[in-house]
């Protein structure tokens, strides 16, 4: 009977991890969250599509190797918006909300395959790169041209204090230059000096960032240690160890979210308050539970090529990065904040081209919106109502769950630790997105896996007129799918996917409705030859 059966409902919580068992009698994670994001509501939502932020293909279609959204205020105070983007051939480019990429490079020497740090100063961009090339600046209008004084050609600055601070030259690896409080182009007078941090311990000094006054100072990417600069003036500068043992990869992986520092190690992810709180702990962890992912899952060899930004528009943070076997940046890995204090955060991939990760602001609607480099000289815009990549080829989404032990108790309500059950039906409660197929694969045990297809429409469910099992409860903003399912097992696996690649999906959760089998046939399961009903 229909009001005796007993219903296992599975919702998206605690994202996706590869460490943890693979079977479960409660569903808290799940194996593979590709191509999705978390919504507010807790639900999961197909992540969305990509248009091209300049019309016409870069010459010599390079890979645009990073970018960053400049607002000046000028001489008048009047903003001017542009968008600046440096490519693998040594070129810089500025889009200034016309679609148009103009060529700023002028006389600038830029080594080809250099990636970018950039650090905005006194309405002035700098940009420097990881292979020393001369410091440039720009303040947007003209070209490109050589930052004036005698600073440093490292490979990265941070603004602190109203100073530049310069770190890792090739001549001095562990230490910071810090320029006048007054001039980004004086680094030779009274009110300039340097802190070296460690000195020829192994590492360099590979990125940074001012957090809470004071300056944070990441080494890598061999041992890894991190550092606090405190002080306000040359003559209060101090320096502190603040834990060892975490490397960071690259400068342009640390992203600031709300209270805190979050950056990716050669580890994983780390959240740099919680590291201050408990040192080299795995608390600070963000990624405790996807060690292989780090291990195996991407090309650790590209590390220093990870780009990191912090999406808030989605409440979430994402590192661009390469795939194991790849050989450019072509997987998102994310990690959402929302809900975090009741959920965590949750880990999830976004797979399409990503050399750079930056946000810029929409000159129409004024969102900040997320924007991809990719090696074919485009800049894109990021998960947009369509779901094609520009407006032509769809991608799938896929989620996975473990496999999940559906019965406790037999028929008679003995405990039984493994206890088989017949399924009857399963349902999945959602928005409706348009006229769209969910597809759920089950897998029972070690058996093939049935599909069943849950239409996304709005059309509700009429009374009288459906059969219970194939129709729609609710409709509007929300609506439950049903379908009959049949089948014995002692655990089931479910796998969610898009049934064509440019559909929508926005899903809550999943129901399972089954019924303990009596003990006489429990002992026969493996016999079992059922199917899946339509």
């Not at 991890?17 to 479960?24: E, G, K, L």
């Amino acid at each position: 009977m229909a009001d005796r059966f007993n219903t296992t409902l599975i919702s998206f919580k605690g994202g996706f991890a590869t460490d943890q068992a693979p079977q479960v009698r409660q569903q808290t994670f799940l194996t593979t969250a590709e191509n999705v994001n978390y919504e507010a509501s807790n639900s999961i939502r197909k992540f969305g599509g990509t248009a091209k932020v300049n019309s016409t293909v870069l010459s010599g279609t390079p890979t645009i190797t990073g970018s960053f959204d400049l607002w000046l205020a000028g001489a008048a105070g009047t903003f001017t918006h542009q968008h600046v983007v440096t490519t693998n051939d040594g070129k810089i480019y500025k889009e200034d909300e016309d679609g148009v990429m103009d060529d700023i490079t002028g006389a600038a020497v830029i080594t080809a395959n250099a990636v970018p740090v950039f650090c905005q100063a006194r309405d002035t961009l700098l940009i420097f790169t990881d292979k020393n090339d001369t410091p440039l600046k720009y303040t947007g209008t003209g070209n490109v041209a050589s930052l004036g004084g005698t600073p440093p050609a490292g490979r990265g600055a941070v603004f602190h204090h109203n100073r530049v601070w310069i770190f890792s030259a090739n001549a001095t690896p562990s230490r910071w230059t810090y320029g006048s409080s007054t001039s980004i182009e004086d680094y030779t007078g009274a009110d300039t000096g340097t802190v070296d941090v460690d000195i020829e311990d192994g590492d360099r000094i590979v990125g940074g960032a001012a957090y809470k006054n004071n300056l944070i100072t990441f080494k890598g990417p061999n041992k890894g240690s991190i550092h606090i600069i405190g002080g306000r003036t040359p003559a209060t500068f101090t320096r502190d160890v603040a834990t060892r043992g975490i490397a960071l990869q690259t400068h342009n992986s640390i992203i600031s979210v709300f209270d805190d520092l979050w950056f990716m190690s050669n580890r994983g992810c780390h959240s740099f308050a919680a590291t201050q709180k408990f040192g080299d702990y795995e608390g600070a962890d963000l990624t405790r539970s996807l060690k292989e992912y780090f291990r195996t899952g991407i090309n650790r060899s590209r590390l220093d090529k990870i780009w990191g930004v912090n999406y808030q528009h989605k409440g979430c943070v994402l590192w661009g990065l390469t795939p194991s076997g790849a050989s450019k940046n072509t997987q998102a890995f994310g990690i959402s904040f929302v809900n975090q204090e009741s959920e965590g955060a949750r880990p999830f991939v976004i797979n399409r081209e990503c050399s750079s990760i930056a946000v810029r602001t929409h000159p129409t609607t004024k969102i900040n919106e997320l924007v991809f480099g990719a090696s074919d000289g485009f800049l894109r815009r990021q998960d947009l109502q369509d779901r094609t990549i520009d407006g032509g080829a769809g991608y799938s989404f896929r989620v996975l769950t473990p496999s999940i032990v559906l019965g406790e108790v037999d028929s008679q309500g003995k405990p039984q630790g493994d206890q088989p059950v017949q399924l009857h039906r399963i349902w999945l409660r959602s928005r409706p997105t348009g006229e769209y197929n969910v597809t759920i694969n089950v897998y029972r045990d070690g058996y093939a896996p049935e599909a069943y297809t849950f239409g996304q429409g709005t059309q509700g469910f009429i009374l009288g007129t459906s059969v219970l099992g194939t129709g729609r409860l609710g409709g509007g903003t929300l609506q439950t799918v049903v379908r009959k399912c049949q089948g014995r097992a002692r655990s089931v696996r479910l796998e969610l996917t898009t049934t064509a690649n440019s559909f929508d999906a926005e899903l809550y959760e999943v129901g399972i409705d089954w019924t303990p089998i009596a003990p006489s046939l429990a002992a026969n399961i493996q016999e079992s030859s059922d199917t899946a009903g339509a």
